[in-house]
T-cell receptor, first 112, second 115 residues
């Protein structure tokens, strides 16, 4: 079956530090890959996505590249801000019907 | 353009009771999926509705049931509530069509507490 493995948090960074959150996946077929973000007390927001190998998704300074050879979709940002503090979920959709399989989530805390 | 809306925001029930949660999809979307997110965990897929039928189901017992109305809105019903049903319930909407490019958009969730 499909599964997503992402690094456990929490991750604590100083403002303007470089961020990497690792994500690897197992899936049948050719999945679409996503990063969702969940701010405290809120639902999930789509941060970025990639639908085929070597695609790069980007939004709000965050980037992730679909690596089929390593089955990875690592999230990166060059300079984090306090407002980026949230829980980040790596996810995939495969096999039709857009059912999404999520990782456990990585909590990011950015301190001034 | 309104996004996905859910009601109520919070709900407190006791064991054995029944609960109904509601979801209105984003404009232009015809498919609704429901997820359960336990504290500190990622969301788990419950089921998906399209054309008023349950199209796909995750590993949840029959106590969890749903419905989709002609206007695409949806309800999630949970019978015989257990303490372990306490969670954030998320509704997501999407369009059935090109699954490779279309994306699920999530509502703010309903926080259910079972005492």
């Amino acid at each position: 079956g499909n599964s997503v493995t992402q690094m456990e948090g929490p991750v604590t960074l100083s403002e303007e530090a470089f961020l990497t959150i690792n994500c690897t996946y197992t899936a049948t077929g050719y999945p679409s890959l996503f990063w969702y973000v969940q701010y405290p007390g809120e639902g999930l927001q789509l941060l970025l996505k990639a639908t085929k190998a070597d695609d790069k998704g980007s939004n709000k300074g965050f980037e992730a590249t679909y690596r089929k050879e390593t089955t990875s979709f690592h999230l990166e940002k060059g300079s984090v801000q306090v407002s980026d503090s949230a829980v980040y979920f790596c996810a995939l959709s495969s096999g039709g019907y857009q059912k999404v399989t999520f990782g456990i989530g990585t909590k990011l805390q950015v301190i001034p | 353009d309104a996004g996905v809306t859910q009601s109520p925001t919070h709900l407190i029930k006791t064991r054995g009771q029944q609960v109904t949660l509601r979801c209105s999809p984003k404009s232009g979307h015809d498919t609704v999926s429901w997820y359960q997110q336990a504290l500190g965990q990622g969301p788990q897929f419950i089921f998906q509705y399209y054309e008023e039928e349950e199209r796909q189901r995750g590993n949840f017992p029959d106590r969890f049931s749903g419905h989709q109305f002609p206007n695409y809105s949806s309800e999630l019903n949970v019978n015989a509530l257990l303490l372990g049903d306490s969670a954030l319930y998320l509704c997501a909407s999407s369009r059935t069509g090109n699954e490779r490019t279309d994306t699920q958009y999530f509502g703010p969730g309903t926080r259910l507490t079972v005492l």
